[in-house]
């Protein structure tokens, strides 16, 4: 994309980043996003609370303040009942009010088939901006959710998962990442990543390339949702998930005995996944506590920033 030319853009888009900044005084910026995508679960309420927190998630990544929301929808009014639509909305609706987000307005056209998120503008200080890239050698690396969502989805959707699965995907990925972003006010944050559509792996890609380091990963240390790796053994794998260890086969290798299906989990399409910070290693264990403190879903130290190149994955 032609990157924007203004001085008053602290971030836009060329390293990738979850939420673009733009400086409007001394000691405020406001942060955009927008993002939205088609239904992940049969019930539309819950789809438009998982949706409205991913679309959230973006401004707490970048330490930021969630204020206004735009919905984006498309629905097929011939075709799905007016009620369904009420219900995404609806969702959607009190997830941003829990987030404290007031929605203004929005758009919706006719589509073949249903989409929903938001365009999300808050504020940050600029002076405290967590970026994806500022990662340094030594920095720990952790995870305040567990991965798996994109797997768990993907099983559900073909029957071959139960009640116990979808129910660990609404808990995960409702749960607004505004704890976790709290957790680390009184931490020296080198970088932050929502772990979203790319994985684990994939937003670490982008993290370390950024920062001009490299990364190892402990696999056994990642959090996961339950059953993950029994799933991805049956081969409930989504094609998002195989896409996303294409992505980072140029960047990360393997130790022989990291398992496959623990190679797949990394690279799993997260929808509305935790904040991924890079820490310095004697503030760890306090950003740790404070996660706990706050009913993180996860607060796990999964590995550390290196002199790179590349990520190296090992099974421990």
Wanted: net charge negative; aromatic share 4%; proline share 6%.
């Amino acid at each position: 994309m032609p990157q924007a030319v203004n001085d008053r853009v602290l971030v836009g888009n060329a390293t990738s980043d979850d939420a673009g900044v733009y400086l409007l005084a001394d000691n405020l910026a406001i942060v955009q996003t927008v993002d939205f995508f088609t239904p992940i679960l049969e019930d539309a309420y819950q789809f438009g609370r998982i949706a409205a927190a991913n679309s959230i998630s973006d401004i707490y990544a970048m330490n930021g303040t969630p204020l206004t929301a735009l919905n984006i929808t498309a629905f097929p009014e011939a075709t799905l009942p007016m009620t369904m639509l009420e219900d995404i909305l609806r969702g959607g609706a009190e997830m941003a009010i829990e987030a404290g987000v007031a929605i203004i307005g929005g758009h919706t056209i006719d589509d073949a088939e249903p989409k929903y998120g938001l365009a999300v503008t808050g504020i940050v200080d600029p002076r405290r901006i967590w970026r994806n890239v500022g990662a340094k050698p030594g920095d720990k690396l952790v995870l305040s959710k567990p991965i798996g969502t994109g797997v768990l989805v993907n099983a559900i959707r073909k029957g071959k998962a139960g009640r116990d699965a979808v129910d660990a995907v609404i808990q995960v990925t409702t749960t607004l990442n505004a704890g976790a972003r709290d957790a680390a006010q009184d931490i020296e944050v080198h970088a932050c990543s929502d772990v979203t559509g790319y994985g684990l792996l994939g937003h670490l890609k982008e993290m370390t390339k950024g920062s001009g380091v490299g990364a190892t990963v402990h696999a056994s240390a990642v959090p996961t949702l339950p059953d993950l790796i029994a799933y991805i053994g049956r081969g409930l794998v989504p094609p998002g998930t195989k896409k996303n260890l294409r992505f980072v086969e140029d960047w990360a290798r393997f130790d022989d005995d990291v398992p496959a299906a623990h190679r797949t989990a990394l690279a799993d399409a997260m929808t509305s996944g935790g904040l991924l910070f890079a820490v310095p290693p004697d503030q760890v264990d306090a950003l740790v506590a404070n996660l706990r403190s706050r009913n993180t879903p996860a607060a796990a130290v999964v590995g550390e920033i290196t002199d790179g190149p590349g990520i190296r994955v090992v099974n421990q």
